[in-house]
């Protein structure tokens, strides 16, 4: 089928018709992916904690957080280059103004700035009101979807998307413990800007996703956040071997960065842009919540945190509720293929 002709139609596929390279349109497994390149990021905290905090590496920690994932991003660049000349044949001739303006706001939002607003806001805030507050993110995605892209959530996504969003709740703090907490403050409007950031991403990625295949869209991203971490670095006055090579640094750190640049980096990157690929953005960031689920499985089989029966239920009721939206067309978009399991 013709671009013109998929623009102009909808089209129900069966999922024994998705191939692994078709157009993501026709990929009913796409949230999927979405769904496990979110929670390969959501196990970042077992690599990253012991870089920036006390403990294993020193006092204070080796890396700032800023400088951590500047040091992350150069990393993924790294790895990402081979795979793109790898990728050679499938590189586009041009690439319009408008995806370029996507994987910018990409790469700017959802690589540096929201990284930054969110640990401006764990510093200057409860982390458990932070961590609810940040759940606003797929209704961020949902509107924006609407917005830029023209989705159309139906009644059954107004059925399931509250579930997954309650759950995701339970799921990431004890409500109890934010009620004597203050909901106002700066670390409230970090955290929302974080929000903000982060499901302007998944918007943009969505449209960037649309027009360019999985490399060129993922090497692009990094650079992008490279260069806008880059500038971080530099006006905090961190940009130096003190802080970009610290002298307590060692080869087991080294493991650590590598493992956090791949593991919890660029293999998400890559897997969560191949799924965004023929995943709405509306749809996308509920499947996004599977990081809060990684996250908590990690801080309590690596960290030793409690895991009580209260987020056992809400992972259970998060997965059940993704693979509803998923498995029921809840989303159509405008001139787009309709994808049914």
Same mark, same amino acid.
């Given at each position: ?46 690599? *990253? %904690? #012991? +870089?920036?905090?006390? =403990?294993?590496?020193?006092? !204070? @920690?080796?890396?700032? $957080?800023? /400088? ?25 001739? *041009? %690439? #319009? +103004?408008?995806?370029? =303006?996507?994987?910018?706001? !990409? @790469?700017?939002?959802? $690589?540096? /700035? ?228």
């Amino acid at each position: 089928m013709s671009a013109a002709a998929i623009a102009t139609s909808t089209t129900v596929i069966k999922a024994s018709d998705a191939g692994g390279d078709l157009p993501a349109k026709h990929q009913p497994s796409a949230p999927w992916y979405v769904a496990i390149g979110s929670g390969l990021w959501g196990s970042e905290s077992a690599f *990253r %904690i #012991p +870089l920036t905090e006390g =403990g294993r590496y020193g006092k !204070s @920690g080796l890396y700032a $957080s800023d /400088v951590l994932v500047l040091i992350e991003h150069v990393l993924i660049l790294i790895t990402f280059l081979p795979w793109l000349w790898l990728q050679r044949r499938t590189w586009p001739k *041009r %690439i #319009p +103004l408008r995806t370029l =303006g996507y994987l910018a706001i !990409s @790469g700017v939002a959802g $690589s540096a /700035v929201g990284t930054v607003f969110f640990t401006e806001a764990l510093r200057t805030g409860n982390p458990t009101v932070v961590n609810l507050l940040l759940n606003v993110q797929p209704v961020i995605s949902t509107f924006g979807g609407w917005a830029v892209h023209g989705e159309r959530p139906n009644g059954r996504f107004w059925l399931w998307a509250p579930v997954a969003l309650g759950a995701g709740l339970l799921l990431s703090g004890d409500p109890t413990h934010a009620a004597g907490a203050s909901w106002w403050g700066i670390s409230t409007l970090y955290t929302l800007l974080c929000a903000l950031a982060w499901g302007a991403g998944t918007v943009v990625g969505r449209g960037a996703m649309k027009e360019l295949p999985v490399a060129v869209a993922s090497t692009i991203r990094v650079m992008v956040g490279l260069v806008c971490m880059a500038g971080i670095v530099a006006a905090r006055g961190r940009f130096d071997a003190a802080h970009l090579l610290p002298a307590q640094a060692s080869a087991g750190s080294w493991v650590m960065l590598v493992a956090l640049a791949t593991v919890s980096g660029g293999i998400p990157l890559a897997i969560y842009f191949r799924g965004l690929r023929g995943t709405p953005a509306s749809l996308a960031g509920y499947f996004e919540q599977m990081q809060t689920l990684v996250a908590v499985v990690i801080t309590w089989g690596v960290f030793g945190h409690g895991m009580d029966a209260r987020q056992v239920i809400a992972g259970l009721v998060l997965i059940g509720a993704v693979t509803m939206l998923q498995r029921q067309g809840t989303v159509d978009e405008k001139g787009s293929v309709k994808l049914e399991a």
